[in-house]
């Protein structure tokens, strides 16, 4: 089974833009894949990098729906160092797909993080990204103690 498959097989769709696997769980499968900058019919694709893993994708989720983003745009607010991590990858990420102007996860607006699935996945996929690497931080785990993609 290709990495394509697996991926189409963790998000139930098949993947739009997919360039490759730019993190992999624990247990070798995909958990993070790179984006291109356009997807197969020329449309603007945001997002660089795509966090797949369906367990990381849930602690995320209950993050969020707990008001992680609201809790961690402010924090990037009023932390000075939270706000140079979060300036300095936006930074990053254009110079990285200049395709695109646009930040993490496509982000246009300053001070709003979007989407903390983005900021997980682009702290997984790069290094030095203080903020990615406290909202990974604040999940209970970032990795199941067992493989929750089957390949069969």
Do not use: N
């Not at 660089?48 to 369906?54: I, K, L």
């Not at 707990?66 to 110079?95: K, N």
Request: some cysteine; proline content about 7%; aromatic content about 8%.
């Amino acid at each position: 089974m290709t990495d394509e498959e697996i991926v189409e097989r963790q998000l139930g769709r098949r993947p739009r833009a997919f360039r490759r696997v730019a993190v992999r769980c624990p247990f070798g499968r995909p958990a993070v894949t790179e984006q291109e900058p356009f997807d197969q019919d020329g449309r603007p694709f945001p997002t660089q990098f795509y966090v797949t893993c369906p367990f990381l994708v849930a602690a995320i989720s209950r993050l969020e729906a707990a008001g992680g983003v609201e809790r961690w745009s402010a924090a990037a607010r009023d932390d000075e160092e939270l706000a140079a991590s979060l300036a300095g990858a936006q930074a990053r990420q254009r110079a990285l797909r200049p395709e695109i102007d646009a930040g993490i996860g496509g982000s246009t607006r300053e001070g709003s993080l979007k989407c903390l699935h983005a900021h997980a996945a682009f702290a997984l996929a790069t290094t030095g990204y203080e903020l990615g690497d406290r909202i990974l931080a604040e999940l209970p785990a970032v990795w199941p103690d067992s493989c929750c993609t089957p390949t069969d």
